[in-house]
């Protein structure tokens, strides 16, 4: 034997022994290990699925919102985190082999912006205005969840909020506490503006739609009763709109397709140093294309299209520049040979709003935020013929400053002013009443200027609890009258889970262009007052779930009325509506209910509400001494809705409205089957309106993108509902003709959401 040959063949397998261990031992791994939170209080989110991106490994986040990836080179690595009903998030995150990666991602609901920071601000049931009896926040999740398929309007997720009250499937307006719209204060961006619609104006029975899409939106409030005056000049509720920022962490991108039209939505940070955001939505409507696929004989069209943006810009810590804006326009587009003379074939209209404000910090104590705004409106309207039925513009330009200041954590003073310029021209003709030929019926065009300021302090107590009065001071060249407004709140915590909550204050309104210088207008009018009282207890179950009990009156004086302008029956028989009366300050009356609500807010398992309310609301003519029930009166309503996330991917949704309905408005009765024209106001009533939408959103996670398929189906139960309608009159009879209008019958409908 060669013992060279054998001394090799020993090394050489020592050397393969020797070094075995050294080739078969893994590489060190490390392990991230992290936490999803909610935005708005911190809160665990359960049911969240977390993907690493470059090995495609997916967990889903446990009861406590813990994840955990074991096994991860080291190195820097991006996270994909997804839960329906929630944005799509990108987070990149180092691994290490020495320690565990520990991180926490706050997720926000809806259409939120991805943060790196959580704002607690305790349960999304907190209100903002914590003396406020009676204030309800739709927080970005539940206008997604509640606008609809078939319209996308986030108006419509007011009209489901409680003690909210509609009967109109086709209109976005809604009533609370017997006032309608008109007498309910708008703000968007911290200024008070018109409501935005899209529209065909001066048409009894047509429908609208919001001009501001649900997906720039951060939130909406709703403030019943005595609330604080900030903005003043309306005797009912205040509705507040507030958009959200843009992403400060990288371009965004979503796209949305209904039944009815196309939204998109792109955002992103602005400048290298990422010190502010851009937004830009826009939406496309093709309604008319949709109703012609289905029948085609129908040459109905009604279309619309609005873009909003937004842009903020931290100049220096202590100074942040904003600038937000939104416009849109409708068109309704009538066949010619279907109509009457006197019936809109072409109605246009148009709105823009541009707000600019500045928010300057010098301490964390005080704070000065100023405004510039415009807003404007054009509307026209034309028959089969050419003719010009109604045209008008009107416009507002306002400065507004406001300022808060807290010395220490018992004492909170605030104030502010503003001075707006406004301006309104309206002209309408319409047919004479036995005569083929055209009258006009109204025609102005004027202006005025108007200032105003409020003060108010809160007074907290060390062991909870609050006062808060406060008032306001108006003064408008339209009127020439000068108003005081104050006001006064309180909560006062009776155990750890009990607070009583009032309020009382005068509320005043001034009468519009149209009421003091058009045709019909008279010049001595007085502004309207409203007295407000509220009541009301709160109590908690658990952190996620909250009770209010409201009591409320409201006193009205110095309501404005035009006199004669219905149809009506007397001993000589049917009176035709007068031309020729003059709005006058005739109306007094009250409003008087009580409010129940239970709500749920939580990222996991159910939210949502049940509500009910009572309420009823009377008037005295006191030129005439008629008295009848308020024109929006509705005894009962229940509003209900619930959400619930079954998994990461998976959720369903509920929303049922029900009302007693309110009166057909005028001088109406039903003789059998029939309806005729009669001597007392208000005593016959639209159908109980009652209508269940159910709604199911399901998420397709890509490596980059996620798609939402919406499938949702409105009245689901085929219920009959009708509208009051504009109705034929036979002036021999008193016979109506036409006095209701059907609405949406079983609508199924579907839409999708790209994320990118």
Do not use: C
């Not at 403030?223 to 005797?235: E, I, S, V």
């Not at 873009?307 to 010619?336: C, E, I, M, N, W």
């Amino acid at each position: 034997m060669d013992y060279r040959l054998l001394f090799v063949a020993r090394f050489l397998i020592a050397m393969v022994v020797l070094t075995v261990p050294a080739f078969a031992q893994p590489p060190p791994t490390g392990i991230i290990r992290g936490t999803v939170v909610d935005t708005r209080d911190g809160a665990p989110v359960q049911k969240v699925a977390v993907r690493l991106q470059d090995t495609g490994q997916t967990v889903t986040t446990d009861d406590q919102g813990r994840f955990e990836f074991t096994g991860v080179a080291p190195g820097v690595h991006e996270l994909y985190v997804s839960a329906v009903d929630f944005i799509l998030v990108k987070r990149t995150v180092t691994a290490s082999a020495d320690a565990p990666a520990v991180i926490t991602i706050p997720l926000s609901e809806g259409t939120g912006t991805f943060t790196e920071t959580v704002t607690v601000r305790g349960t999304s049931v907190e209100q903002q205005e914590s003396e406020v009896g009676a204030e309800q926040t739709l927080t970005s999740r539940d206008l997604q969840q509640l606008r609809g398929l078939v319209t996308n309007d986030p108006l419509r997720a007011i009209q489901v909020l409680p003690g909210v009250a509609t009967g109109d499937d086709l209109r976005s307006e809604f009533t609370v506490r017997g006032h309608n719209v008109e007498h309910m204060q708008f703000t968007f961006e911290g200024v008070a503006t018109p409501l935005l619609l899209h529209t065909v104006q001066r048409l009894f029975d047509s429908g609208s739609l919001s001009m501001v899409s649900g997906d720039v939106l951060e939130d909406v409030s709703l403030r019943n009763g005595a609330y604080p005056q900030r903005h003043g000049n309306r005797l009912g509720a205040e509705i507040d709109f507030n958009m959200r920022q843009g992403s400060r962490e990288r371009v965004q991108s979503r796209l949305s397709v209904s039944g009815t039209d196309a939204a998109a939505v792109v955002e992103g940070p602005l400048g290298g140093s990422r010190r502010g955001s851009w937004l830009v939505s826009a939406r496309k409507s093709y309604l008319d294309l949709v109703i012609a696929r289905l029948d085609a004989e129908n040459d109905f069209a009604f279309g619309f299209t609005d873009v909003q943006s937004k842009l903020v810009y931290d100049v220096t810590p202590a100074h942040q520049f904003q600038f937000s804006f939104a416009a849109g326009r409708s068109r309704l587009d009538q066949p010619a040979d279907q109509l009457d003379q006197g019936d809109v074939q072409d109605g246009r209209n148009a709105s823009a709003l541009g707000v600019a404000s500045w928010r300057y910090l010098p301490s964390a104590r005080f704070t000065l935020t100023q405004r510039v705004a415009v807003v404007g409106n054009t509307y026209r309207n034309l028959n089969r013929d050419g003719v010009e039925l109604a045209r008008g513009h009107s416009g507002d330009a306002l400065y507004r400053a406001d300022w808060a200041y807290v010395p220490n954590a018992r004492l909170a003073i605030e104030g502010g002013g503003e001075a707006r310029w406004l301006q309104a021209a309206k002209r309408d003709q319409g047919l004479a009443f036995f005569e083929p030929r055209f009258e006009v019926r109204q025609d102005f065009d004027d202006a005025s200027f108007a200032t105003s300021a409020y003060g108010k302090v809160r007074i907290s107590r060390p062991a909870g609890g609050a006062l808060t009065p406060g008032g306001r001071l108006d003064h408008s060249t339209l009127t020439g009258k000068t108003q005081v407004s104050p006001w006064i709140a309180g909560s006062w915590p009776i155990t750890t889970a009990l607070t009583l909550r009032g309020g009382t204050g005068v509320y005043r309104q001034d009468p519009s262009f149209e009421q003091v210088v058009g045709l019909r207008g008279a010049a001595d009018l007085r502004p309207e007052r409203a007295y407000h009282a509220d009541l009301g207890l709160e109590g908690r179950i658990g952190a996620a779930t909250v009770w209010q009990m409201t009591g409320y009156n409201r006193e009205e004086r110095d309501i404005v009325i035009l006199p004669d302008a219905w149809i009506r029956r007397d001993d000589t028989g049917v009176v035709l509506p007068s031309l020729t009366s003059r709005f006058e300050n005739a109306l007094s009356g009250h409003a008087r209910g009580v409010e129940f609500l239970v709500r749920r807010q939580s990222p996991n398992g159910w939210s949502g509400w049940a509500s009910y309310a009572l309420g009823y609301s009377r008037y005295r003519n006191t030129t005439t001494g008629e008295t009848f029930w308020g024109d929006y009166d509705q005894r009962h309503t229940v509003n209900l809705y619930a959400l619930y996330r079954a998994s990461d991917r998976l959720s369903v949704s509920a929303r049922f409205r029900s009302g007693s309905n309110f009166p057909a408005t005028g001088y109406w009765e039903a003789r059998g089957d029939d309806y005729y024209v009669s001597d007392r106001r208000n005593e016959l009533r639209v159908p109980v309106y009652s209508r269940l939408d159910l709604r199911a959103n399901r998420t397709f996670t890509w490596s980059q993108k996620r798609l939402t398929l919406f499938v949702e189906a409105l009245n689901t139960y085929g219920r009959k509902n009708v509208r009051l309608a504009a109705p034929g009159v036979d002036v021999r009879t008193g016979q109506a003709f036409g006095l209701f209008d059907s609405m949406f019958p079983f609508v199924p409908s579907v839409g999708i959401l790209l994320e990118f």
